[in-house]
């Protein structure tokens, strides 16, 4: 099951080029998007449901990485409708939703004409984008207690024809691709590629998520097109090129609300009022675009710098907002845990994990190449759960990673970026780090939202219409598993496994 298995195969073909945009309306402010919460399996008193949850998390922590294909139809090519569109809203900002504890946050997007709301996850470790359809309707499938769409009910769908697969260690999504209208946040893309699956293995995904929103660039596309994000930056639509996350803590609250608000989402500014001081930037490596990817030069552990491999490569970490957990090299999570008194490899439904005494106030800092100083992680954050059947044993929020050659080995989940206000820059290449306000310090207390509903779009843009050619990319891909992988998963007992 840890088994990083991602197999992702399209061989779509689209070809294009996007006309220039026409501004529409630009909004005086941001909008947000608001993020919700469920129960969860992680706080049960039942030992056996615990354990499903943390194995979920691990399990799709590590098969997110590695892709290789499974299905398709190889050779064939599909073109794409022709481009031309308005262009519109220079910034946007969306609330997020907190789903499990920490353990997810997604966004309400709208897909089709007329636009039917669905809840996404937000990904930046992957580049597709996919939705559970009405087709997935067998009984026993995932997709039973899912918000499906279907595509005959929207005006604008096109049938690439075109077979889609991802498939995880722990399951798969497959179907077909096609072209839409997408709207997130004010935003609006017309012929935007989705995968359509009639097939989700059970607890891929799990209520009330619809699918995944890949944000990774482009060359981590499995289907080769260009992601939603990146249609609108390449338009110039947006005032600057860049996407902001605040995402909130709920991990220490011992009974949250059904949804609670996960933070915020931006695309094309920075909200200077969630956080202080100057952002920290740290390049991409020159040639590495597909995941956010950056060099880690330090890791210290109660002021303890640990021990990096000599090799820069094997020292790239993943920026991944669809990730719980840190994935950390086996030598690297050894090494940490023998400067954590009481510590010790967890055993049985937990191997793999480490333990330690709750009670101990883990520190944990990371600073990658560009940084001007180390970016700490709560205590908290770094304990992923208190055992139900002892009193002072928690389980920490690290993770062998495991993921062989290829892939990077070290994937920085929402356990450290709930700890900053996190940027990612389109050009140049970089992800930014920069301390929160003490006006978000309502994170930590649970705060019920209402519901949500579609914004009406203030910007439209026309995606490019683009060709792949079928078979195995080259570079490794955190596919559309990403957002999903470790912050949604399993339904256990009435509740989500990350």
Known sequence: MFTACLLLCLCLSLTATASPAQRRQSPAQGLHVPLSRVPSARYSDDPDAQAAWARGVANRAAAKYGPVPISGTPGTTTSGPTSSGVAAATVSQLPLTNANHDGSYYALLGLGTPPTPLNVLLDTGSADFWVAGTGCSNPGSGCMSLSTWN??????????????????????????????????????????????????????????????????????????????????????????????????????????????PGGSFTMGFVDTTLFTGAIDWAGIPPGREGYWLLELTTLSVFGSSIALSASSSDNFAVMDTGTTLLLVPPQALKEIFALVPGSAPATGAYEGYYQYPCDTNLTLSLTFAGNTRAWPISPTDLQLLRLSSSENTCIAALFPSNLGSGAPQWVIGDTFLKNVYSVFRYDPPSVGFAQLSPAVGWQDQPEPISGQGLEAPQATVTAPAERLSGGERGLPRVTAYGLVLSAVVCLLAGGWLI
């Open 151 to 260: 595509p005959s009910t929207s005006e604008t769908f096109v049938n690439a024809s075109v077979n889609f697969g991802v498939g995880y260690g722990s399951g798969s999504a497959k179907g077909v691709l096609g072209w839409d209208t997408v709207e997130l946040g004010g935003f609006e893309v017309v012929h935007q590629p989705v995968g359509v699956c009639d097939h989700v293995s059970p607890g891929l995904v799990t209520n009330p998520l619809s699918g995944l929103m890949g944000l990774g660039f482009q060359p981590l596309s499995v289907s080769g097109a260009t992601p939603f994000w990146e249609v609108l930056v390449q338009s110039g639509d947006w005032s600057s090129p860049v996407m902001g996350f605040f995402l909130t803590r709920f991990i220490n609250s011992s009974s949250p609300a059904i949804l609670q």
